[in-house]
């Protein structure tokens, strides 16, 4: 990425807060960061705004599983480059490559402007990650983030990830489920949309808020020790104002379809 625009910095706050408990014998730390980026050296014509908090692992009893764990996550959360950077670096790093995409796609536009328009490029981008609940068996992740560039709304995106403290692996479908899950886990899943979301619903799926051909296993899910939790996005598989949706799955639906290996056994179905 090109990075040879030079921007103003603006009211930065670097945040820290150490070890809260999670998973087992899993500790974390909160980083934050928070910038303003002036597309023309003040707020007149436009600001973008960054307010970034991220829990991180940092200390667990099997440092190999740390590590992998880190490894994925930081691809997950920043990209494969940030790996191997210094965490109290990386989201400073990392508001620099959004400020500076920031510019390459309003620079131009700016430019193009009358010196009269009170038009401004103002946008914003929120990024929280935290650790979820989960028990000594798997270390859950929920990333929530918010954005906004113009146009009619904001967008809104939380993505649930779940990995495997034996391993420190990120938990897939394919690990939980058996082959050839898909079609049965869709028709559970419209289920129990017209069970929890009974006032979108009208005489049947055709007729209701429902994009019924959107609806299907998306890979975005929290493992529950009773339950598997499917989260969808605002304009998955609705209309944007129907907001997030979250659905879930009883272990007792859907343990027809579920893999008996190692995973599953030690978390879902325990001695």
């Keep these: 990425m090109d990075k040879t625009f030079i921007f103003c910095l603006f009211s930065i706050v670097i945040v820290v807060s150490v070890s809260s408990c999670a998973s087992d014998e899993m500790k974390t730390q909160t980083k934050s960061y928070s910038t303003e980026i002036y597309l023309n050296g003040d707020s007149t014509k436009g600001v973008f705004k960054i307010d970034m908090n991220v829990e991180l692992p940092t200390r667990y009893r099997n440092e190999k599983i740390l590590n992998n764990i880190k490894c994925n996550l930081l691809t997950i959360l920043f990209g494969g480059e940030y790996v191997d950077v210094p965490e109290d670096t990386i989201l400073e790093l990392f508001a620099i490559e959004l400020g500076v995409d920031y510019m390459n796609n309003n620079i ?46 904001e967008s809104s995106s939380r993505f649930l990830f779940n990995f495997s403290l034996t391993d420190g692996s990120l938990i897939a479908e394919s690990d939980i489920f058996i082959d050839g899950f898909e079609k049965e886990l869709t028709r559970l899943i419209k289920k129990r949309l017209a069970e929890e979301y009974e006032e979108l619903f009208k005489n049947n799926l055709n007729e209701s808020e429902f994009w019924e051909d959107e609806i299907h296993p998306n890979g975005n899910f929290y493992l529950d020790q009773e339950s598997i939790d499917y989260a969808f996005d605002p304009s998955e598989i609705a209309p944007h104002y129907v907001g997030d949706i979250y659905v879930s799955l009883p272990i007792e639906l859907i343990k027809h379809l579920m893999n008996k290996n190692e995973l599953t056994k030690s978390y879902f179905f325990p001695k």
């Design 108 to 153: 131009a536009a700016l430019r193009r402007l009358s010196d009269k328009s009170s038009y401004k490029f103002d946008a914003y981008f929120s990024y929280k990650g935290e650790t979820l609940p989960s028990n000594r068996n798997i270390y859950s992740y929920c990333l929530t983030q918010h954005s906004f560039d113009g146009g009619a709304h």
